[in-house]
């Protein structure tokens, strides 16, 4: 079955920086594309970066610049960088596979404050 743990959030200042992982089991990790998600209270869960196979990365418009979505396939283990954290930055953020969500881990709270 698939596992994803989600870890390495906390509370920073605005301007800081955490990085977030993600450790995947129960599936072939590195056969897909794999992504970064995050949702605050009463909104919808939003994509926030992707990553394919070997390498290619996309960016919600509002996180470029700012994050930074890696991948170690040897590990099994998703990586966000997050540089520059705003207040709206602030929200729960999970892993998961970009196109295939059979399974939500419990996410890692992110929060922004002065």
């Known amino acids: 079955q698939v596992q994803l743990v989600e870890s390495g959030g906390g509370l920073v200042q605005p301007g800081g920086s955490l990085r977030l992982s993600c450790a995947a089991s129960g599936f072939i990790f590195s056969n897909y594309f794999m992504a970064w998600y995050r949702q605050v209270p009463g909104k919808e869960r939003e994509l926030v970066a992707h990553?394919?196979?070997?390498?290619?990365?996309s960016y919600l418009d509002s996180v470029k610049g700012r994050f930074t979505i890696s991948r170690d396939n040897d590990k099994n283990t998703l990586y966000l960088r997050m540089n520059s954290l705003q207040l709206e930055d602030t929200a729960v953020y999970y892993c998961?596979?970009?196109?295939?969500?059979?399974?939500w881990g419990q996410g890692t709270q992110v929060t922004v404050s002065s």
């Open positions: 998961n596979r970009k196109n295939w969500h059979d399974y």
């Open positions: 990553i394919s196979s070997d390498g290619t990365t």
